[in-house]
């Protein structure tokens, strides 16, 4: 079962270097990002969307390699090279891997202008080492969401929005 994180910060590029520091930490096998997206609300209020992977792109390649197989089946190529880069491109652009992308942007609209969130879908995570490697991000990010279990989100809270005070106790 996988796990959703969202977390906001009060820049643009603080989500751009976490999402870089996930993808080194998956690198290490520290961690198995399904789909992670980074949400920018510009100054104009106008929400955009940095996919990690471009899948209007890839369906073009993939597109475009398979059209050249028919193409050349039929003695055409170009055709065939032209044809299937634009019904793979088509295809990638329609397609939603991963992160509801409605979700995204709807959460999206709750960012003030120039802030960012990143929206992570984790399946697996080696926890201790992970937050060790985000105390670079300590004070920088909120947790605005996340499906985690209660203990491992006020972890993951304490680590980002730093210490989290406990309230005092209540006078005798």
């Known amino acids: 079962m ?5 977390v906001s910060f009060p820049d643009e590029t603080t989500a751009f270097e976490l999402r870089a520091e ?3 930490l998956q690198r290490e096998y520290l961690l198995d990002v ?9 100054e104009d209020g106008k929400v955009r969307l940095h996919q990690a992977v471009d899948l209007t792109l890839a369906g073009a390649a993939s597109g475009s390699f398979w059209g050249l197989l028919v193409g050349v089946l039929f003695l055409n190529p170009l055709l065939g090279v032209a044809a299937g880069a634009g019904a793979g491109a088509l ?6 891997v991963g992160i509801n992308d409605a979700f995204i942007k709807e ?4 960012l003030t202008p120039g802030s960012s969130a990143v929206f992570v879908l984790l399946r697996k995570v080696t926890g201790d080492k992970v ?3 985000l105390s670079a991000f300590a004070g920088k990010g909120k947790v605005l969401q996340s499906s985690l279990t209660e ?5 993951l809270r304490s680590a980002l929005e730093g210490d989290v005070a406990t309230p005092p106790a209540p006078a005798a």
């Open 151 to 155: 203990e491992q989100e006020a972890k």
């Open 2 to 6: 996988s796990d959703l994180i969202v």
């Open 22 to 24: 996930l993808a080194k």
């Open 34 to 42: 399904e789909d992670i997206v980074v949400a920018t609300r510009g």
């Open 91 to 96: 295809a990638g652009a329609l397609s939603d």
């Open 131 to 133: 937050l060790e490697r």
């Open 107 to 110: 959460v999206g609209e709750t």
